[in-house]
């Protein structure tokens, strides 16, 4: 495999993983942190940080795992569509010609 | 860091700003967030508050630290899915020779 499309692979994969973990920090902190009297998290806050935590690692496992059976679904209708499509151009390509062909015969 | 793909010198680079620009990430959403709790919509005064200060203070504070407990489990359980991964790949391995 192409080391060069390899890194970019896993760069991009970092990115996401970056990304996620500082919006999973927004997203806890806004729902679990209401008091401010300490500098330091509460024992009630910090339960809740780590459930938050560990809940959004399981929601995107499962939306990961519905997202790999659904897509290719979808994908694949989106291509049966398309290749109908096309045939009936091809089609539609065909019978004009021909059309056309006998009309420059007359002619 | 867990989740760090294994890159040479020449990516190093393209890692650290990576990591700069998800820095200036966390600080924008820091930012926000904080004043969302901490500053009230009604703009009396251009000059914070003690109180609004205070909370500032404490706010960022427990941010960072929110921050810092997740980056820890985060990189526990990466770590956990890469040993699952590797043991996954032996057992594969070793499968075909029995």
């Known amino acids: 495999m192409d080391p ?9 994969n970092f990115k ?12 806890c902190f806004l729902r679990c942190v209401n008091t401010f009297n300490n500098r330091e998290l509460t024992e009630e806050e910090a339960l809740c940080v780590t459930q938050c935590a560990d809940k959004h690692v399981k929601v995107n496992k499962k939306v990961m ?3 790999i059976e659904v897509q290719p679904q ?17 089609k539609q390509n065909k019978s004009s010609e021909h059309s056309e062909g006998s009309e420059t015969k007359k002619s | ?13 393209l890692v650290q700003e990576l990591e700069i620009e998800m820095m200036s990430d966390m600080y924008n959403r820091m930012t926000a967030a ?19 200060s205070v909370c500032l203070d404490r706010c960022i504070a427990k ?14 359980l990466s770590v956990q899915d890469e040993d699952l991964m590797k043991r996954m ?6 499968q075909p020779r029995t």
């Open chain 2, 63 to 76: 941010y960072l630290d929110i921050h810092e407990r997740i980056g820890k489990k985060l990189t526990q």
């Open chain 2, 89 to 94: 790949q032996t057992e594969q391995q070793q």
């Open chain 1, 74 to 90: 979808i994908a694949k209708k989106r291509m049966e569509e398309v290749a109908a499509l096309q045939e009936s151009l091809e």
């Open chain 2, 1 to 13: 860091m867990a989740g760090m793909p294994p890159v040479d010198i020449s990516k190093l680079q």
């Open chain 1, 4 to 12: 060069n499309a390899l890194d970019f692979a896993s760069l991009r």
């Open chain 2, 34 to 52: 904080c004043h969302k709790k901490c500053i009230p919509p009604k703009y009396k005064d251009a000059e914070l508050g003690k109180g609004e």
């Open chain 1, 16 to 27: 996401d993983f970056l990304q996620h973990f500082n919006v999973m920090s927004e997203s």
């Open chain 1, 65 to 67: 795992e519905v997202y």
